[in-house]
């Protein structure tokens, strides 16, 4: 299958700061990516539709001016947690595919705000 | 937008028996259904797939069927084995936009040797 790679695997960082996660894909190229959101024992909730050159796509109850994200090339989507907050802690994962259908996912960045 | 529903939560059998979980979604232009598989602390891997053509996809000891009329798929993995033991989920890429997947709940495995 497809590479997706993410950096960093595991963040820990103070109250108030923010952390930028990226999201490459390595052997094909992803005008979309995918971010996802995973609390222990539960579900990919998925946060937004990253889109290449253009805005992205956020659902519903996602905050925006929260999780900024960027898509400025056909490899890489960055995810910027700003002003983290405990609350925030969470194993976030980005998702892209080479084609219409199947998606590939990267090995996630667990975040702990202390 | 899509919903999609799995059964049951968790599921312990013996190694060597069988293994299915079930997935229901509710919109019915739903056209591409994946099972991903979670190991603790690693990212989910693709495992199988099926389009809404075809009925039926079988890879070694893992199937996947698919029922349009009723709206439900289901994975089946025979002969399991301790190795099998992750969290699968199920997926349907729903008619709202490129690629986007709705998971379902996820189903925790255990196979006991």
């Known amino acids: 299958g497809a590479v997706v790679s993410q950096h960093p695997s595991r963040v820990i960082c103070k109250s108030g700061t923010s952390v930028k996660i990226e999201c490459r894909s390595l052997?094909?190229?992803?005008?979309?990516m995918f971010w996802y959101r995973q609390f222990p024992k539960q579900s990919l909730m998925l946060m937004a539709t990253s889109n290449e050159g253009s805005k992205a796509t956020y659902e519903q109850g996602v905050e925006k001016d929260k999780f900024l994200i960027n898509h400025a090339s056909l490899t890489l989507s960055t995810l910027t947690v700003t002003s983290a907050h405990p609350e925030d802690s969470s194993f976030y994962i980005c998702?892209?595919?080479?084609?219409?259908?199947?998606?590939?996912f990267g090995s996630g960045t667990q975040l702990s705000v202390l | 937008g899509e919903n999609v529903e799995q059964h049951p939560s968790t599921l312990s059998v013996q190694e060597g028996d069988s293994a299915v979980i079930k997935c229901t979604y509710s919109?019915?232009?739903?056209?591409?259904f994946p099972w991903y598989k979670q190991e603790l602390g690693k990212r989910p891997q693709l495992i199988i797939d099926?389009?809404?053509?075809?009925g039926e996809k079988k890879d070694q000891r893992i199937a996947v069927t698919l029922n349009k009329t009723a709206k439900h798929f289901s994975l089946h993995i025979t002969e399991t084995q301790p190795e099998d033991s992750a969290v699968y989920f199920c997926?349907?890429?729903?008619?709202?936009?490129?690629?986007?997947?709705?998971f379902g709940t996820g189903t925790r495995l255990l196979v006991s040797p």
């Open positions: 052997d094909f190229q992803a005008t979309t």
């Open positions: 099926i389009r809404s053509n075809v």
């Open positions: 919109d019915s232009a739903s056209n591409y």
């Open positions: 997926a349907a890429r729903g008619n709202t936009g490129f690629q986007k997947l709705v």
């Open positions: 998702s892209a595919g080479p084609e219409d259908t199947k998606l590939f």
